[in-house]
């Protein structure tokens, strides 16, 4: 029944883990740009989600859409005016935007908000249900409902809409997808906006389970690639996988062993799959 | 008022320094103008309370001022414990400098902002003794850091009076220099393990502690404590700094069903793991956390889940020292809010500090470093201060207090007990 209970714990963890990597992953899959600011991105949307409660009284669920909105209008400005400028550069070009949007953010954030943890806490959502014995952390719980949805909305839109197969075309082979008439700058712009967007939501609702500082950004976007990684790049479901494959490994390691091992957990995920393989559970090999 | 508030980070030193002297001039400028419809009261009271040795009051201080460096940690993980030393510095800053000085001399506090991170702070003492050019120093926030800083002080022959620190391993280190104002981090569950649990009947416990210096040295004192009293420690662990989950332990606890709880934390973590055994409905009779279950934001933070929740205090706005009533009136009317713990104890390290300089009449470190050793004396905190050969702390007394309907009421020692101990703690299934 515990080890139900720890692996409980792990699922609904690894479905915030999910919203994020998705986002990360849907990036590098349409623009091949490892965008390491993501992290980053996650970060504001969970300050904006604390500051709206902590000043305006409103609730976790309410300032949600305000920081997808606020970020979705934020990755548009960073692709429009950043980020496109090293589409089909090499790679370092882009690594190395990214990696100074992203310090440039945590400084911002350390300088206006200090390193201080913070955390909200909006009271119908602390505790736990009782399930069959199993005790369900509601806000963890609402968490896990709400990053399923938005990710598997995200992937229907991918799937069925017009604009979603135009994403998924550039995605599989730009040049093509250009020559059949698809704005593929439109595509990135949009795909970027989308993938901060979803970094926001996540952000958000990681305000809602855990405390927060400028620097969190940083943890989670080494799992992120953990994620990924195990998933397979550019790979929707894989991204999925990974991540509730993380929570589970993760919980579950601290159960058997220790907490502090647990942490390392996702850096051995990393480096297991690397070795056996490399293309993740879902990818194409290239 | 002198006070340099500056905060240095790691890399990007001069653009966070400069926005948070900002920050912290603003701060500072509001505060200083409240001070200044009271110093007159303040003066007043402080003329024959704690600042019985100072020097008549009316006399504008000469001279060089007496420059005294420390780094606090005001940000980062243990920012809003350490802001309280830091304003207690400063307070004792304003009270000498508004009455006659230090030996007759201005008091001037540079104090810089380690964050939290022990390296960041060894290198602060460093600039602050080579570049800075202090003439005294007073200890930092927390273990970490003071261990870290101690290295730097010991090597320059600065005392150092450790008014936030208190794991054991600081004064074994062999330290000539270093001076505990309060009791070690060993025995804050002292009172809690060997009197408290056996009148409950309790025989088992979980000990949980951060990886740190200072929830190190309060875990394994616990540890130790159990093994007296003759109580099972079903689990034992540490988990990782900066903890964001702590699930799988509790549920490990769960299991274990333990009749006691107790945690070496700090103020986030112990919110962390009371908000997390909520949610998993892990139930014992007792819990206990260092530093966070003793601060005002414990309550803020958990509401009524706070109620219940047992903690270690080094001294309480209540108990009646010499001085206490002069010293919460001044920091309220300073800071605009009240003080804990660890304001209390920043404002012991200076008291004690100005005691032995008016003893030795003179800025020598030396005759300081004697002074320190073989002073006792009474200050705002229970006990007395005492040192023993190595500059560890004997004559303080901790307190024990308990959350109750949302107040803080201290139930151990006996003498200075404001209310009865609620205890077992209800299963949460069956609170409000």
Redesign the interface.
Known sequence: MDTLQVILSGVLLGGVYALFAAGLNMIFGVMRVINLAHGELMMLGAYITFFASDQAGLNPLVSLPLSAAALLILGLLLQFALVERVVNQPLLSSLLLTFGLSTLMMGVALNLWTANYRSTAWAPLTGNWDVFGLAVSRSRFVAFVIALLVTGGTYLFLRRSTFGKAIRATSQNAEVAQICGIDVRRVRLVTFAMGSAMAAIAGSLIAMIFTISPEMGRMFIGKAFAIIVLGGLGSFVGALFGALSLGVGETLAAYWTNTQLAEGVAYVILLIVLLVRPSGFFGRAE | MNGKCLAS?TN?LH??EA??SLYNRRDLVRRAAALGISVPTLVALLGTGANAQGTPVGDPPEGDPILIGASVST???N??TGLYQQEAYLLWEAQKNASGGLLGRPVEMVIYDD??DPTTGSRLYERLITEDEVDLVLGPYASGVTLAAAQITERYGYPMLVAGASAGEIWDSGFQYVFGVYSIAQDYFRDIILNIAPAQGYTTAAVIYE?AVFPLSTGEGAVAHCETAGIEVLVE????L????????L??I??AEPDMLIGGSYL?DS??IM??A????INVDLYAFSVGAAQPDFLD???E?ANYVLGPSMWEPKIETTGNQEFLEAYRAMWDRDPDYHAATGYAGCQILEQALTNIGDVNLEALREELLQLTMTTILPGEYSVDETGRQTGHIPLTVQWQEGAKVIVAPEENRTGELQLPTPP??ERG
């Open positions: 980070g990007d653009e966070r926005l948070s940000t980062g993980s920012g809003r964050q939290s990886d662990e540490t988990y990782p900066r903890a964001t989950d702590v699930s799988s332990i549920t490990r769960g299991e986030p919110v962390l908000r997390q909520k949610e998993l409905g933070t958990l509401g889940d949460w299934d």
